[in-house]
């Protein structure tokens, strides 16, 4: 073992001699960063619609397709009705929409908007997170209405294969910031730097102290 090197007990008896630093750092930052999570960062809430894709509309010669067929259709479609949700066209529509109900206040940003689908689920979830639900709210309904508007002419159906199963939902409490998990992270990285900031006033002391 080299000279300079410490030992495991050496390790511990350092943390235990000045353990008071990474108490004391830890604690500090975990105070802190529950102060920031709580009281300084906006809060934000989710909006949430469920589209439905159905099969798309048969002819004669495909009446006796099985519903399993029906249903594979119906999922594959899901990544495209995606695309289209988040298309410039539909943020238009949307946005024209807000604006015909005197609520030209109201901004809709891409980058609020997010798209969520399970594996082979003929669902997918319009989200819209806002720091004010209600209009997280507004602008979710207006892009499934949108959408629900524009699909059969985008997509040439002559039959609409797109169904709402609800007006906008709003969660009760914040989805972001998550302040247990801030917290959680900032106690893991705060014990590992106070780990290192004891080791290295240790081995600053012993430096000067052979000097």
């Known amino acids: 073992m080299n000279k300079g090197s410490l030992s495991l007990w050496g390790f511990l008896a350092v ?28 809060p934000i809430y989710e909006a949430k619609v ?18 399993n067929t029906t249903i594979d259709e119906s999922i594959k479609l899901v990544p495209t009705y995606q695309d289209i949700v988040l298309s410039p066209l539909i943020l238009k529509y949307a946005q024209s929409e807000l604006n015909t109900a005197n609520n030209k206040n109201i901004i ?19 989200i819209v997170y806002h720091e004010d639900p209600q209009i997280g709210k507004q602008i979710a309904d207006a892009l ?9 002419s985008l997509m040439n159906l002559s039959q609409s294969n797109v169904k709402l199963l609800s007006d906008a939902t709003v969660s009760q409490d914040p989805v972001k910031p998550n302040p247990i998990l801030i917290m959680g992270i900032t106690f893991i990285t705060s ?7 004891t080791l290295l006033i240790h081995n600053v002391k012993r430096i000067r102290t052979s000097v």
């Open 15 to 42: 943390i235990w001699e000045r353990g008071w630093i990474i108490v004391l750092f830890t604690l500090i930052s975990v105070l802190v960063s529950a102060l920031v999570s709580y009281y300084a960062l906006t």
């Open 50 to 67: 469920d589209v439905l894709i159905s099969g798309t509309e048969k002819n004669s010669e495909e009446e006796n397709i099985g519903l």
């Open 108 to 126: 809709i940003k891409k980058e609020d908007v997010k798209i969520v689908t399970k594996n082979d689920s003929q669902v997918f979830s319009i």
């Open 144 to 152: 499934a209405k949108a959408f629900n508007h524009n699909i059969d």
């Open 191 to 197: 014990l590992i730097v106070s780990v290192w900031i």
